[in-house]
């Protein structure tokens, strides 16, 4: 009798220790996919597939309201192609794209040349250059807005005040990229200084002490040490920046009230294109044949980004290596 | 000689350095200031021209116009859960798969860990339509549902955390605490989660400015009855393009909350930037 509760007792804390056993193989093996499924599910469901899904609605009759109609093939594509609109929205993406991101990178490498001194009360300048991060690209548009005005803007009174002939900010096309521009550099230029002034701050002291010795000037070392030294953070940066910088939609559709970009679309993207033909033609057919050029076109320029910045990082760290050798 | 001012952490700055600096500085914050300036004005007194260099007494005034004819405090309440529930959530996700990539064994690992950083590239953002069509069909249009569910967690946070915890957490605390006898789910919550703080409470600030200035979703899948802050601002701008007083009263309203962050929290925000946060 006691033998054998004694063996029915063992028996299931045998089963006990097998199952527990078990569930612990299982936790160890499973745990991780569960722990990065929540990453793959939100990516699959909400990024990847409307991402792909936008190829099948681009070749559909499809709209807002009515929801899918017929395979047109590639007539949204033709249409869209032939009609002049794209085209335009694709130069002046490519403008304020390069009026942005190019003197936003010289100046911001300027900040942070100059936030590199040795300063008193570092933190404050450094907080003080990021400042307008914290400002919504909405509400910097409007401010902005405000400045840029045609008539009694700050910018064309300083102008006039000058004795110049006022400009036309909201009317002209390169002046309406510029002042777009003006808006997107204010937010992040002090952003990638600060990004910049870290790896800055990353470089061997003593590269820098070898060049004195050797008589080199204060520009002569930024060119040749720092900025060398700096190319795969820049690299970085220009990539980051062209990804956003062709999306570009809140500084343009803000830049006046009906958000169409401009009376004659001088400021048109082809973020607020798509808008335009999804929300305001409910066309979402077109509106996804432009999605998917766009989608191609960032594709294509990382692409190309990724190939000219591997030869010439490549070739910067075959000079720069020689250099330090020859420091050593 | 010995005054040659060269690159590096020694140079003796001069006062132009500052000069320059001051400069930026100007730049920096005087937009913000002028939205002050002229969101404190009398629309009268602004249309007869002139400059105006102090600020006027209407800003009150301005603020309660702005207030009545948006739904401010419906944008404002929605501004915040949104960017707290995002935050949270891209904090919990990151870390949790960031303990996982850093820590933790398992096939594809590497693999999958570079696919993560790759998605970075993608834009995304240009799935609007068929994303739109989703939440549609989903009756979340209109709904803060719809403008958090794709932002619950984050390539650049899942990087981020990953990056982080490799260095931070030393593997043998986690085998002592496996030897012990805790589940995995125990030793990430009392090991994983407490050496991940200082890098998911940087995650959660960055997030949270991005979610509160984001603009382009919010403002397709929400309606104007229940916006986010830049949402309504540019209903405002509908409202009110004319008068510039209330427009810039609504932008200083708005942009109030994140400058007390910024007061506060604004050298974490650098240190988080200089440490490798990048935005997207």
Known sequence: MTTAAAVEVNARSIRHIALSHKLSRWDVRFSPYLYISPFFLVFAVMGLFPLLYTAWVSVHDWNLIGG???????????????????????????????????????????????????LRGKTFWRMGVLLPYVVAPVAVALIFNDLFGDKYGLINSAIMGIGLEPIRWHVDVIP???AIATMVNFRWTGYNALIFLAAMQAVPRDYYEAAIIDGANRWRTFRSITLPLLRPIVIFVILTSTIGGLQIFDEARMFDQ??????????????????????????????????????????????????????????????????????? | MSKTIIGGHDRRPSLWVYGILIAVLLGSAFPIWWSFL????????????GMMWIPGGNFIANAATVIDSIPFWTALGNSIIVSS?????????????????AKLKFRGREGLLIFVIATMAVPTQLGV???????????????LWAVIAPAMVTAFGVFWMTQYLRDALPDELIEAVRMDGASMIRSFWHIGLPAARPAAAMLALFTFIGTWTNFFWPFIVLGPGNPTLPVALQQLQSAFYVDYSLVLAGVVLSIIPLILVFLFLGKQLVAGIMQGAVKG
Request: aromatic share 12%.
């Open chain 1, 68 to 118: 899918q109609g017929d395979f047109v093939g590639l007539e949204n594509f033709v249409t869209v192609l032939t009609q002049g609109y794209f085209w335009n929205a694709l130069r002046n993406t490519f403008s304020i794209f390069l009026l942005s991101s190019i003197p936003q990178i010289i100046v911001a490498l300027g900040i942070a040349a100059v936030l590199d001194f040795n």
């Open chain 2, 85 to 101: 529930v995002v935050s949270l959530s891209v904090v919990m996700f990151s870390t949790l798969a960031g303990y996982a990539f």
């Open chain 1, 258 to 328: 009906a958000g169409q970009g401009g009376a004659s679309r001088q400021w048109q993207t082809l973020t607020l294109y798509i808008y335009e033909l999804g929300w305001g033609q409910r066309n979402f057919g077109r509106a996804s044949a432009v999605a998917w050029l766009l989608f191609l076109i960032i594709i294509l320029i990382a692409v190309i980004n990724f190939l000219i910045t591997r030869r010439i990082a490549g070739t910067a760290d075959r000079k720069l290596r020689v250099r330090a050798k020859g420091i050593s």
């Open chain 2, 38 to 49: 002229i969101g404190s004005q009398d629309a009268t007194a602004l249309n007869q021209g």
């Open chain 1, 176 to 178: 309406s990229h510029l």
């Open chain 2, 129 to 143: 339509v068929p994303l739109f069509i989703v939440m549609s069909r989903l009756g979340w249009t209109g709904s």
